[in-house]
């Protein structure tokens, strides 16, 4: 099959793009309170596609949340 002349394969990683629905889940949060969270610049990175979908990286959000551990005293 010819590809287009501007296209470029995507390569292969081992570094999951994660579905809101699947970053809502293991934060156990609601959806209204990450869209909050993105307003405010807290949310982890995240990469909108063409068609709106938002997805983050797995190791963008592990990062995001390793910086929100407290020790507790």
């Known amino acids: 099959m010819p590809r287009h002349k501007n296209t470029v394969p995507l ?3 081992s570094d999951p793009l994660l ?13 209204s309170t990450f869209d909050d969270w993105r307003k405010k610049g807290l ?5 909108k ?5 938002l997805r983050v ?7 995001w949340l390793a910086a ?4 507790v005293a």
Do not use: K
Request: glycine content about 2%.
């Open 11 to 13: 390569p292969r990683t």
């Open 19 to 31: 579905t809101i629905p699947e970053v809502l889940a293991e934060l156990q949060v609601s959806r």
């Open 43 to 47: 949310a982890p990175r995240y990469s």
């Open 49 to 53: 596609l063409p068609n709106g979908q």
């Open 57 to 63: 990286r797995r190791s963008d959000f592990d990062t």
């Open 68 to 71: 929100r551990v407290e020790e």
